[in-house]
Each structure stands twice: as structure tokens, then as C-alpha cells.
């Protein structure tokens, strides 16, 4: 109970045990917070189309979800209201509706209205990777030290040269530091699966490949660097995962078999582009569920559509799938 209500809102937040319910409502409450009392941007988010979250049927914990959205919801009331006199609210609110201005924000953002707001976040929200701005600051790095290397090579090094050398040094003794920590983690938990198999007579399985799981844990671009005294990789440095609303974005339609992808830079971006031929006049299409591959099929790929989005999806992949499932299953002439 310590702190002022942004404080407590946070810690609420931060509390959250399902992952995806703890995205969604994080960006609920921070679209509620950037179209605080601005009617052009409350006038974006009315665009995109909105249901009531607990109606969408996407958490298996249906009494926790609404729980803690209740939570949630009375915390960001104490943020805007600026419970105990902290002085922390946002100051009066103004109703779009009847142009009146208010000090009870319950007036104009009911809990109806915050549970249709979560429901808009998980129909509309693109999940978003963005790389770490440490391999941004290295790539940086290195770029500029060619750039300046090949500027004037008949030129002695410039004070830019000895200064990015320097920064390079700075960056090698932290990705040793994390190399050697990273060993000593793998050589403990290698030794404690032996000491485990040890005292297990029965256990023969044999687990010694598993050191380099880590260093392939999804399909994104590795980046290697060979830098003096030290090579290393891109993902030594995890990227940041997260889900954010994008009303543009938003309004593209899904494809199983899509023809654009969207990614994220080191800012909040998002930039969208083709990954197949686009004909003029032709939809741009995107997928909501990610590679079409990793789902076992049509009716798999339509139930998490369906149960997050509320559509069946009829894109030429569907169709075709279903086509030829219909063709397998029809009956032959010596059958009839």
C-alpha cells in the first residue's frame, strides 16, 4: 500500500500471471493514459472495432481475468483521480460527448467501457520484437569505424577513429564478461545434471547436447561480429518482446498465406512490407497468428482465429485446404 497510485498500478501490473492478459491490459491502460482527455486520438481508438473481453473466450482463467481486470480498473481510477492526496491524478476530464467538463472520471469511463478497451487491445494488437539496443549500439559502432577507416586511408587515425576504437573496447570487456558468466552458468548446471544422474541409477538418458539450446531459440536473424580479441553473436543480447496497438496497422486483413510481414526497429515503429509479389490493386494481407506452418492445419488455424478475433477465416489458403480435405474424404465410384 506504500507508494503513490501510478506505484500501485505498476505493481498490479508487473503481478499479472498470464502473459498475454498481462500485454493486453498494460496497453489498454497506457492507451487510456495517451488519449486522456485528447478527442482525436480517443476518436483513433473508437475506429478500431471493440468487444468486451470477457466475451472474447481467450483465457483459460476466465474468473482471474475479470478479477484482475477489476483490479486494474480501480487502480487506474486512483491514477487519474489522485486518490490520498498525492497529487498524482491527471486533473479533470472532459466529456466528448456533452463538451462538459467533470472531476469523477467514473462518468465517462465506466469499467464496461475499460473491459471493451482490453477486448479492442486483444483484437487489434500486433506482437512486436525489438532488437536490443545494445546490438543497434554495436552495429552502429562497427559501421562508423568502417565508414571512418575508409574515409582517408592515407591519413593517420582521427580523434573519431581513436574514440569509436575505445567505445569497441568498452563493448568487449562487457561481451567477454557475458560470454565467461554464461560458461560458468552452463558448467554449474552441466555438473549438477551429472551430480542428479549420479545419485538416479536408473536415468540413462545422455544430455550433452543441450549447451547451445539457448543460442537458437527462434528464427530471427543472427548477426555475428569479429571484433579483435573476441567474436561473438546478435542474440548474446535477448530482444524485447511486446504487443502494441497500431490503428493503421490494424485495419489490414489477415491471410493464412499473407503477402506482407510487419517488424520493429529500435523504436516503437512498426514498418510493414512485402515478403511476395503485390499486384496493383491487389489487398495487402497480414498474419494475425504468425507462420501459417507452425499450425496443424485449417481447422487449428481457424479455432485460434475464431476464439481471439471472432471470424472464420476463408483466405485461399483455408479454401484450398478444405477443398482437398472435402476431395480426400469424398467417396470414390467403386466405394459408392
Known sequence: NDGTPM?????????????????????ACTLWMWSYNDQTKQQQIQQL?????????????????????????????????????????????????????????????????????????????LQVKIPSPIVMYCLG???????????SPKQPPSKQ????????????????????????????????????????????????????????EDDDEVIEFEWPSVVFKSNLFSHFEGSGVYPLLS?????CLPNSCHTSQVSTETLLFSTASVSSGEEISISYIGDSQAWEGTSERRAELFAQYGFTCTCMLCQREEQQQEEEEAPTAEQR
Open 251 to 255: 485495419m489490414i486483413n489477415h491471410s
Open 141 to 151: 559502432l562497427q559501421r562508423a569505424l568502417v565508414n571512418n577507416s575508409s574515409s
Open 49 to 125: 472495432k471493440s468487444v468486451d473481453y470477457m466475451s472474447l473466450g481467450v483465457s483459460s482463467l476466465a474468473d482471474d481475468a475479470k478479477k484482475t481486470i477489476q483490479d486494474v480498473y480501480q487502480a487506474m481510477l486512483r491514477v487519474f483521480e489522485g486518490s490520498s492526496g498525492s497529487g498524482s491524478g491527471f486533473g479533470p476530464v472532459k466529456d466528448t460527448k456533452s463538451n462538459k467538463t467533470t472531476n469523477n472520471i467514473t462518468q465517462t469511463a465506466t469499467y464496461k467501457w475499460f473491459c471493451s478497451l482490453v477486448g479492442m487491445v486483444t483484437m487489434n494488437s
Open 161 to 216: 577513429h581513436h574514440a569509436l576504437v575505445e567505445g569497441m573496447k568498452k563493448v568487449t570487456n562487457m561481451v567477454k564478461a557475458i560470454i565467461n558468466k554464461r560458461q560458468r552458468d552452463k558448467q554449474q548446471e552441466k555438473e549438477e545434471q551429472q551430480d542428479s544422474k549420479a545419485m538416479d541409477d536408473d536415468d540413462d538418458v545422455d544430455d550433452d547436447d543441450g549447451d547451445d539450446d539457448d543460442d537458437d
Open 7 to 27: 506505484d500501485r498500478l505498476c505493481s498490479l501490473l508487473f503481478d499479472i500471471d498470464d502473459d498475454t492478459l498481462q500485454r493486453h491490459v498494460t496497453v
